[in-house]
């Protein structure tokens, strides 16, 4: 008899059938970036500096740190942005391990306001041809005009301490940095570069990829010597997601999800059951509201819009032949002129979006009267006002009482003029009122 040792057969299992599978599955699952260090991350901005770009730049700057990357460059073209959102981005460009190269391109962009502080962060800080930076003063995005000068003057000082103290981590121009916040100066590429602004001129990437390649920079990590040789290009675009929450913060975009929800909402309280206009409709408000915490929206404007749509509620229920409409019209032309209250022109609602809106809401509005005139109008066709008119047939004689046939049911009629001529069972009448649940009939003619 062949005796086994247990203990043996385990291992001898263990070693067949779990340790080899395990050490594949760990390959697979953890395996090595090898090609990853020898990428140049490259990240794209062209618009507004908001939370949107702040979350992309982020996550591509702490990705590329994570997998060892050589280089990110940030190519920029933007008029400015909020301020949280840029301090977000300078935050991690500053305590990057991996090198950042700010890039203003293509030629005819800029970095103004926000982009000139971003620039100033930048390990390497380059312009295209045709390039502009500066104009970086701050401004009062929450409206009342110039607001308080003291609380403006606090904002100001902010910001001058801000951008110096970059400036001098950077070893760039801090005297200039501060007339572009205060003064709002700004300049072209030629003078960014004399006035040491910026490092270079590139016309193109590969030119600034091979103008800072072996160049030295001081990154959270210690000193790093560029060596970009052979290295890809690696285009990283922003999310699904991202693309959404920033196009959501355009606010011509949050104005028209806001009237889509107001329509929505109406539609669906007027009409209970209908289900999709109130499901698209809360969405849209919903992701309005999102939209304006983020943009200088002014309630008394906001609250015009809403007694507008009240106004062309109310012309459903009370006809005023266009007298409420009108108010309406009125009421939300200079709201949506008033909703975005501030200086910053890429803050601002476009004529172009406000006009089309409130004329089609006009025409709208006009249809609904037109409707409700003609509906007035009409000829009542239901319930006992709706027999006024009708043909029956006289069950007894009329004289001036009888009985009457009308659609289907017995009914006690008398002849409207009792002088008149009398009707004789079978004759046929003619309903003229009715009161109470008394017919007044007179004689068919044929």
């Known amino acids: 008899m062949l005796h086994y040792n247990i203990g043996e057969v385990i291992m001898h299992l263990i070693k067949k059938t779990i340790i080899l599978p395990l050490i594949f599955l760990f390959l697979f699952l953890f ?62 460009i500053l305590n990057s391990k991996v090198p950042v190269a700010v890039y203003v391109a293509p030629g005819g962009s800029r970095a103004a306001s926000a982009g000139t502080f971003i620039t100033y962060a930048g390990h390497i800080a380059a312009m295209a041809p045709g390039t502009n930076i500066g104009a970086a003063h701050p401004v009062n995005l929450m409206g ?40 709002s100066v700004s300049i072209s590429e030629t003078e960014a570069k004399n006035l040491g602004v910026i490092d270079l001129i590139a016309n193109d990437l590969d030119a ?8 030295e920079v001081t990154t959270e990590s210690g000193t790093v010597k560029l060596d970009l040789k052979g290295a890809s290009l690696k285009y990283e675009d922003m999310k699904l997601r991202q693309r959404i929450l920033d196009a959501l913060s355009n606010p011509n975009v949050a104005y028209i999800l806001m009237l889509m929800g107001m329509a929505g909402i109406y539609f669906e309280l007027s009409n209970p059951g209908l289900i999709l206009p109130g499901v698209v409709g809360a969405i849209s408000l919903i992701l309005a509201f999102y939209a304006f915490q983020t943009l200088p929206i002014n309630y008394a404007g906001l609250l015009l819009i809403l007694f507008g749509i009240i106004l062309f ?72 006002e709706g027999m006024v008119g009708e043909t029956g047939t006289a069950e007894t004689n009329l004289n001036p009482e009888g009985k009457v046939f009308l659609h289907g049911e017995h009914w006690v009629a008398e002849i409207s003029s009792p002088d008149g001529n009398k009707i004789k069972k079978g004759g046929k009448v003619v309903v003229e009122n009715i009161v109470g649940l008394k017919l007044i009939v007179k004689k068919l003619e044929n």
Do not use: C, F
């Open 313 to 384: 509620i109310a012309e459903i229920k009370v006809v005023s032949y266009g007298l409420l409409s009108v108010g309406g019209v009125i009421s939300m032309l200079l709201g949506s002129l008033m909703l975005m209250d501030t200086d910053v022109p890429y803050m601002n609602l476009s004529l172009n979006v406000i006009i089309p809106t409130v004329l089609l809401m006009g025409a709208l509005a006009a249809l609904v009267v037109h409707l409700a005139i003609r509906s007035h109008k009409q000829k009542v066709v239901s319930g006992m």
């Open 144 to 183: 009342g005009g110039k607001g308080d000068e003291h609380m403006m003057a606090k904002v100001e000082n902010d910001a001058v301490a801000y951008i110096k103290s970059i400036a001098e981590k950077r070893k760039r121009n801090a005297v200039w940095a501060e007339l572009a916040v205060r003064k």
């Open 31 to 92: 395996p090595v970036h090898v090609s990853a260090q020898n990428n140049i991350v490259l990240l794209t901005i062209n618009g507004v500096i908001n939370p949107a770009s702040a979350e992309y730049l982020v996550k591509g700057i702490q990705e590329a740190t994570n997998n060892k990357e050589k280089l990110v460059i940030i190519q920029m073209d933007t008029p400015g942005g909020l301020d949280t959102s840029m301090r977000i981005i300078i935050k991690e």
């Open 208 to 215: 600034l990829i091979m103008a800072i390649d072996g160049k």
